[in-house]
């Protein structure tokens, strides 16, 4: 989700759609308010994990980033030989 957040969540909401749709017509009985249900959750869902992804990215590092801050710093720092990452 790192480029197109809004892509990938309608391609998610278009497939779940697609599998309601698959189930109903194979006779499992789902009302109409229990698609709705089912959609609304999914809506809200993707809308959290869209919101709160850039929030929770401020607080994580990858180990490429980490190794990458170290180096850097290591390079920046006169006399200081950069040890290996284990």
Do not use: F, H
């Not at 790192?2 to 892509?7: L, M, Q, S, W």
């Not at 309601?20 to 089912?38: F, H, K, T």
């Not at 809308?47 to 590092?61: D, E, K, N, S």
Request: proline content about 8%; hydrophobic content about 50%; charged content about 15%.
């Amino acid at each position: 989700m790192n480029k197109e957040p809004a892509t990938i969540i309608a391609a998610v909401t278009a497939l779940v759609t697609a599998i309601l749709g698959l189930l109903v017509a194979y006779g499992v009985p789902i009302s109409e308010d229990q698609r709705n249900a089912i959609l609304g959750t999914l809506a809200a869902t993707c809308t959290v994990i869209l919101v709160m992804g850039p929030v929770i990215r401020q607080y994580v590092w990858s180990p490429n980033s980490v190794e990458k801050k170290v180096t850097e710093a290591y390079e920046a720092t006169p006399g200081v030989d950069p040890k290996p990452m284990v």
